[in-house]
């Protein structure tokens, strides 16, 4: 089946570690994202890509990091630069403009 | 820029009332409008769609139609169930080449349904 598939789905680190959120889709969508959702809070996005290795800053990038090697894949580096890292982790993809984005469950990273 | 709006939560209803969520949206051109529905811990899920004005988007008991002249895409359900309880996201994707391909959400808003 096709799908965005993000591990692991939880994730502790000590504080001033570097850590690094999977994300892999299987749908041959060209563009994949990266938002960050706090408790009670709404999506706000973090990193993008439209195309292989390019990638565009969001609203949130400070402290986090992204590579597009492959057009399967978008790890996002939330690095000891993030100063409140603790939270939920969405990769999304899509294809072309007016479509609807595909989501994976998640990733929730603690930071103790 | 693009923006949605939709109502504050929590929303709590009885089993079996009518519900509306309603979104309204500032975009330029004629965008794509969604709902995707959240349950706890679990990434977001296209719940329905509409891509033109007077489109009515359905899934599972949940309508929205493609309002341009009020620019609004409101969620309705005539009877409510518990499962339905979740959070519930509007969202916008511009269409043609000027949108950089992104999509807009609303905040969300929390549905809780009570028996």
């Known amino acids: 089946d096709g799908g965005i598939t993000q591990s692991p789905k939880y994730l502790f680190r000590k504080e001033g570690q570097n850590v690094t959120l999977s994300c892999e889709q299987n749908?041959?969508?060209?563009?994949m994202y990266w938002y960050r959702q706090d408790p009670g809070q709404g999506l706000r996005l973090i990193y993008y890509?439209?195309?292989?290795?390019?990638?565009q800053k969001g609203d949130i990038a400070e402290g986090y990091s992204v590579s597009r090697e492959k057009k399967e894949s978008f790890p996002l580096t939330v690095t000891s630069a993030q100063k409140n890292p603790t939270a939920f982790y969405l990769c999304?993809?899509?294809?072309?403009?007016?479509?609807?984005?595909?989501f994976g469950q998640g990733t929730r990273l603690t930071v103790v | 820029g693009n923006s949605v709006t939709q109502m504050e939560g929590p929303v709590t209803l009885s089993e079996e009332a009518f519900l509306t969520i309603n979104c309204t949206y500032t975009?330029?051109?004629?965008?794509?409008l969604f709902w995707y529905v959240q349950y706890p811990g679990e990434g977001l899920q296209l719940l329905l769609k509409?891509?033109?004005?007077?489109d009515k988007g359905s899934n599972k008991g949940f309508e929205a139609t493609y309002r341009k002249e009020t620019t609004s895409f409101h969620l309705e359900k005539g009877s409510v169930q518990v499962s339905d309880s979740a959070v519930y996201f509007c969202?916008?994707?511009?269409?043609?080449?000027?949108?950089?391909?992104?999509?807009?959400f609303g905040t969300g808003t929390q549905l809780k349904v009570e028996l």
């Open positions: 749908l041959n969508h060209d563009a």
């Open positions: 969202a916008l994707s511009p269409t043609g080449t000027g949108g950089g391909n992104k999509l807009t």
């Open positions: 890509s439209q195309i292989v290795n390019d990638f």
């Open positions: 999304a993809s899509k294809q072309g403009s007016g479509t609807e984005a595909f």
């Open positions: 975009a330029t051109g004629y965008p794509s």
């Open positions: 509409a891509t033109k004005a007077d």
